[in-house]
């Protein structure tokens, strides 16, 4: 996984899903956070990461999904466990690559991965700012229209960057 620790601070690069089923975007947290996030994990070595996506629903709640196309390149600050971290997130709009939907809304499930214990949820994109979904930002662009090509979103929660409202920027070549 491409995550180090450099002094204090800490380095992430992570993919994460769009997963959207009648209405529906899929989120999820480990038990022990309050908080939300989109689905995904850490980018291996040598994996694109789109594949990262696809894999971790796999590994997380044997799942297949194909990604569709990539949504927002996003660069985060924030703390996590009181260590400051720089985590970049490529997020890609996913599909079901069969038929199967396990669809049930607002009711909490759980994956299947041994050494992680994740709660996923189905929720309403109208109800999306409901939760403490993180990035908050996430939740203001799911309120949106999703973007027809990348955009760039650069957010963080450390008082100490010259950046830290929110920013949605398209990217262009």
């Known amino acids: 996984m491409i995550h180090f620790k450099e002094g204090v601070a800490r380095f992430n690069f992570r993919a994460a899903s769009v997963l959207i089923h009648q209405e529906h975007v899929l989120i999820h947290r480990n038990i022990k956070d309050t908080f939300w996030a989109l689905p995904g ?8 990461s789109h594949l990262t996506v696809v894999r971790e629903f796999e590994e997380e709640l044997g799942w297949a999904v194909n990604a569709i ?11 996590y466990n009181d260590e400051p971290y720089h985590e970049i997130s490529n997020i890609f709009l996913m599909g079901f690559a069969d038929n199967t939907s396990p669809f049930v809304p ?3 499930f759980y994956g299947i991965e041994q050494d992680t214990c994740l709660v996923f949820r189905w929720v309403p994109l109208s109800r999306i700012s409901q939760y403490d979904l993180k990035p908050a930002m996430i939740a203001k662009a799911l309120q949106q229209p999703l973007p027809s090509t990348l955009q760039f979103l650069t957010y963080s929660e450390l008082s100490s960057t010259p950046e830290s409202a929110s920013a949605i920027k398209p990217y262009t070549t």
């Open 106 to 108: 607002e009711v909490d």
């Open 69 to 79: 196309r990539p949504l927002f390149y996003l660069e985060n600050f924030f703390t």
């Open 41 to 48: 994990g850490r980018v291996e070595f040598f994996e694109h």
